[in-house]
């Protein structure tokens, strides 16, 4: 069965630091793999996708995401936080291939101080 | 403009009342999705749709009933609503299975 983990829960970093956001995912087989951001009480805006082409994604707003089979994970990372960063993030896997349902992960809370 | 329209945005019901939620895309998309979100558990698949005039269930289904009479709307209902059906909701719309989803920007239900 296809699951995906976010290994963490809440993340704190300054401005101008990395960004590390981990994902792990599992699937019987070749999966695409999202990140989607979520600022509060807005809706899902895509950051990046993996669909079996590049293992190195880039994304928008300076995100990118690297699949690693040998690991299963997909992590997000950015070289320097800013503090429009601040947002849920989430590791999203697709379940079916011909239906499109996704599978969230539990979320990642991005918090960047100043 | 283009994408995922949800109606209402905010809804407070009492224990046993019914409602609907509309979604509305204008990208003729095939694919069509409704999500709850609750604290702690990311978005989880309530029903979706692969076209017109079909639906089926997903993760959470119960006490949920959908209908896709036309390819631009997905209904979502709840005949019977129940204080554990208190969440944001969340619909998406996709043109081809392997696209990610356009989401719409919530409907946050209460239940009383």
């Known amino acids: 069965a296809q699951s995906v983990t976010q290994l963490d829960s809440h993340v704190s970093v300054s401005e101008g630091t990395p960004v590390l956001l981990r994902c792990n995912y599992s699937?019987?087989?070749?999966?695409?793999l999202f990140w989607y951001v979520q600022h509060p009480n807005k809706g899902l805006q895509l950051l990046l996708k993996?669909?079996?082409?590049?293992?190195l994604v880039k994304g928008i707003n300076g995100f990118e995401a690297e699949f690693k089979k040998s690991e299963t994970s997909f992590h997000l990372t950015k070289p320097s936080a800013h503090m429009s960063d601040a947002a849920e993030y989430f590791c999203v896997v697709s379940v079916e291939s011909n239906t499109g349902k996704l599978i969230f992960g539990q979320g990642t809370t991005l918090q960047v101080k100043p | 403009n283009a994408g995922v329209t949800q109606t209402p945005k905010f809804r407070v019901l009492k224990t046993g009342q019914s409602m609907t939620l509309l979604c509305a895309q204008d990208m003729n998309h095939e694919y069509m999705y409704w999500y709850r979100q609750d604290p702690g558990m990311g978005l989880r698949l309530i029903h979706y749709?692969?076209?017109?005039?079909?639906?089926a269930k997903g993760e959470v289904p119960d006490g949920y009933n959908v209908s896709r009479l036309k390819k631009q709307n997905f209904l979502l209902g709840l005949e019977s609503a129940a204080p554990s059906q208190t969440s944001v909701y969340f619909c998406?719309?996709?043109?081809?299975?392997?696209?990610?989803?356009?989401f719409g920007s919530g409907t946050q239900l209460s239940v009383l």
């Open positions: 998406a719309s996709s043109y081809w299975r392997d696209r990610p989803g356009i």
């Open positions: 993996y669909t079996s082409a590049a293992t």
């Open positions: 699937s019987s087989y070749s999966p695409s």
């Open positions: 749709s692969v076209g017109e005039g079909t639906t």
